[in-house]
């Protein structure tokens, strides 16, 4: 096999550290989120079933 052959067919060195700088970031970016609260976000399940106050309504289908 020759070099060439080599460099096409695998990730390049160049792809390989653009990757790993990517994985570096966001694993830095998670241990400084870690820890934190989420006192600022609200509940994810309000409101789920529509409002109370609205009785639906069933009628027979005529005909």
Request: proline residues 3%.
């Amino acid at each position: 096999m020759t070099s060439d052959e080599q460099s096409t067919t695998g990730p390049s060195e160049e792809t390989k550290r653009k990757f790993r700088e990517a994985l570096d970031r966001k694993n830095k970016a998670s241990k400084q989120r870690e820890g934190e609260s989420h006192l600022d976000g609200g509940g994810g399940a309000q409101h789920t079933q529509g409002p109370a106050d609205h009785k639906r309504e069933f009628r027979r289908k005529s005909g």
